[in-house]
Structures are given as structure tokens and as C-alpha cells.
């Protein structure tokens, strides 16, 4: 018997190191791959980014999570500080309380002047020869008054010089900037990245060392930071002679992202990273067929990529037989018969939450819950005084995330699942999680007429389309689905519907692609559990 062979289990089949640029708590799709993946026989190390200085460790099912930290050292720190003598002649200089002092010592002179200008007014209603004295002082201040004005001017103006020297090499946006960032993509093609964003490199530093110790036999680099880590660390160990197997896993269409960075060289020099390292892949797998078709077109792929949904698991991590489940209402304090929309998901402003709150005085008796990262969030509280303001502060709920496995029977409750998202490139592409966990949850959804989305909801019939930000077309939405809410339940019962729409059936497709890369290792057999591993309860994300 080998020695990873017990006396009743099949070998292990393999060690597969994914790769993930977040903090991997908050991220549903990497925790479930890593778990199921696990499951079925791989040895699984999941390597995450660490919100500190510290490595963190824990287990998620028989898969091992570990958090190292990055720090971001070639963050462009540099890069504001150049190429501004031309453009902005006149802004103080960065690094040095100049303009701060300036601006302080010219209020400080006025102020000066105007007490001494009060006081002379005073000396002039006393009358005599020290009135006399006092109204030729006050017309000798008006040259220092004057010119304290134009200094307090002159100083502001070079503030503002500063703010803008500051931004726009933060945005990079400038004519200049752009030309720089043209010709560096066409002289380097490929490898601008290097020039125009080297940030890029810190995710190297600090995984690459931890990914060729833990000598995998497969790789599986999730989304476009990490994808050239996971290719450098092939080419190294086929440097060395050992086999190593690279899978892409595509969240996203990169050109159709809106870059949560305010920098104008962000997207053209991670697409272009990108580029360099797709190639490298022996497999891609994404999360819809329209991405699928769109990825393999862009990176001429000679196959296209799998497609692996962002569907919901349907079992618990663990036993959880004597565990009351969260429930959506009862955290309202809802009856049942109030109609209650949610929503679950980040709150970032092109998801559509405002289409929402503004609808409320539309829907007098209808209630909206947001389940979201974190209640406390800016967004969150404007989006809370905006209802305040409507008259609809008392019907609209703010809740924080619950288990990813949870999350079906957390929503069950609610009446109507509500996806308002913006166009935006990706958002036509898939059919997101969210949208299995409302369908899981049988809950009739409204989504706005994003293509793929509004599509497949056309075809089920489980719900209604509106027109993305209209906010009285998504009201109508509601009205509909809350007028014959059965009718749309009823586009659950199809057979086979909800059971491809399971991370269970995912699960065997991502093994399927792990078999072909690494085919001479024994299938591990699934197995039902008894035992149920702990997980530490990450929470649901989107």
C-alpha cells in the first residue's frame, strides 16, 4: 500500500494549487471549487491574499486555505511624483508643507489687517485730530489689503495647480499620458504591463515562492492578476523537469470591466498581461457560454473554454441538522403577508440600488431588503438617507451576508428577487450568482434588460424584464410579479431546471477538465458524507 493509500480509500489523485488575487473569505466560487474539488479525491491548497502582515491558515472541507500577504511596493508610489515642471509650472511642490503654510500665513495676514482696520474705525468716531490721524491710516491700508487679496488669490491658484498636478498623474489621463501609454503598448506589446502597471509583479513576489514549494501537479489561477503567477510557476518547474498543468479560470471579460482603480493605464496594462499569459493555459474555463465564445474569439483559443456556472451549492459543509437556518423576514420583522424585494450582492454604484430606493414611493406597501459585505458601508448609508428623504426610511432593510450554502433557503422568504444591474459589457455576459440563489430559492425575479440575463428569464418565465435604470418600468416589473407571484414560482417545477443550476453538477464538470490534464491518477469515487469536514464559516459572496 502507498503511502497516501489507506486501507479503504483510493490514492490521493493529485495536488492542484488555486490561485486567487482576494482574501478568499469573501469569495463563494473559489471556497466551493476548492471544497468539492477536495472532495473528489485532489489534494488542495487554496493561496489567497492576506488582509495584514500575517499568513493565515484554515481548512475548508479537506482542502487547506492559506492567506500570505502581498505588500505593494511597486504601486506606481513613484510614478506621481514625475513630469510636472511643463504642464504645471506653478504648483507647489509635492511632499512638503509649502502649500498648506502659504495659504495659512496669507488668512493670517488678512485677518490681521481687517483688526487693524476695525480699530481705526473706532478711532475715527472719537473725533478731533486722532480721527483726522486715524482716517489717513485706514486709506494707508488699502495697499496691504490689496495686495494680501492678490497674494490670498496667487496662493489659491497654485493649490489648485497642486490638485490638479496630483490627480492627473494619479488618472493618467492627460494627452501626454495617453500618448505615453500608446506608445509604450506598441513598442512592448505584450509586456507593457511591465512598464505601465509593475504592481503586477508584487502578486509574484510574494506567491511564487510559497506555489513552487508546494510542488503541484496542477494549477488553477482564478481571474486575470494571478494567471501570470500560475504561468511562470509552469514554466519554472518544466525548467526543472517536472510536469505542471495550468487552468485559467475566467470570471470575467477584462475589456468590459470598469476599473475600480482611477488610473487610466490600469486596463490596458492588465489586458495586456493578460495576453501573455493565456496562452500558457493547457485548459480555461469560465462562467457562461456567451463569455466562453467571446474569450476563445479575443485569445484565439484553439478550444473554447468550459463553461463552469456560478451556481450555489446545494448541501452544507458540515452537519447542520440541529442548526436553525437565518431567515430573511425574520430578520425584517416582517409578517408573512408584506411583499418584501431583495436584493443580495455588493453595493457598488453599477449594480443598480438606487433604482430601488427611488422606486419605493412608487410601491407604497412594498418592502426592499439589501443583503449585503458590509451594512456600514458609505454607499449603503447615502442609499439609507436617500429612503429617509423619500418617506421610505421604515421599509427599506440593510442585512449582512450569511453562509454562501445558506444563502437559497436565507432568501426563500422574500417575495421577489430584484438583479437592477447597469449595461456594462460584463453584465451581459452571464448569468451571475445571484441569480441561481434567487431561483434556487424560488423567488420570481425581475432583472433589467442585460442580455443574457434577460434572455433566459424570457425563456423560463420566472419572472419579468425591465429597462436597466427606468425606475418606473422596474416598479412595474415588481407590480407584475407581485400580482401573480405563482405563475412565476411555477417556472421551477421544469424538470432537470434547478438540477443543472447546482455547484454539485458544476463540480463534476471542473473535474472532468482536472481528469484530462492530469489523467494517471485513479478517479477518486464520490462518496456519501457522514462525516462532514469542518469549514470555517466563510461568508456568501458575490
Known sequence: MGPDQTGDEPSRRGKVVMLVCNGIKGDSRVQKAAYSAAEAGWDVVLLGRSPDRKIHKWSIGQARAMLVPVPTRLDRTRHPLRGFGIRYPFAYQLGRPEAAYRAQKVKAWRVDLSIRRASLTLAQQEGGFRA???????????APRVAAKGMSRWVAFRHRQLIKRVSSRRRCDTRLD????????????????????????????????VVDKLK????????????????????R?????????????????????????????????HIDHEREYVPCADAAVTVSDSLAELLQRTHRLARKPTVVLNAPSMRPPQETSDEPLPSLREQCELDPDVPLVVYSGAASPQRGLATMVEALPRLPSVHAALVVPNPEAAAIRKLLARAAALGAGDRLHVLGYVEHWQVPHFLSSADVGAIPIHHWPNHELALITKFFEYSHARLPVVVSDVETM??????????EVFRAEDIEDYARAVRAVLADSARYRAAYDKPGLLDAWTWEAQAEVLDQVYSELVPDRPRFPQRVRTNHTEMTAPPMSR
Not at 244 to 264: Q, T, Y
Open 237 to 269: 518547474a518544466l525548467a526543472k523537469g517536472r510536469p505542471l498543468k495550468l487552468v485559467w479560470d475566467a470570471h470575467e471579460f477584462l475589456p468590459g470591466i470598469k476599473p475600480w482603480v482611477d488610473n487610466e493605464r490600469w486596463k490596458p496594462a
Open 216 to 235: 503541484a501537479d496542477l494549477i488553477h489561477a482564478n481571474d486575470f492578476r494571478v494567471i501570470g503567477v500560475g504561468a511562470r510557476a509552469k514554466t
Open 178 to 209: 495617453r500618448l505615453v501609454t500608446s506608445a509604450c503598448r506598441k513598442i512592448r506589446g505584450r509586456r507593457s504591463w511591465r512598464t505601465l502597471w509593475p504592481a503586477l509583479w508584487d502578486f509574484e513576489i510574494a506567491y511564487g515562492p
Open 132 to 142: 483726522l490721524w486715524a482716517r489717513l491710516r485706514r486709506i494707508g491700508l488699502l
Open 454 to 463: 434577460a434572455r433566459t428569464v424570457r425563456e423560463t418565465g420566472q419572472g
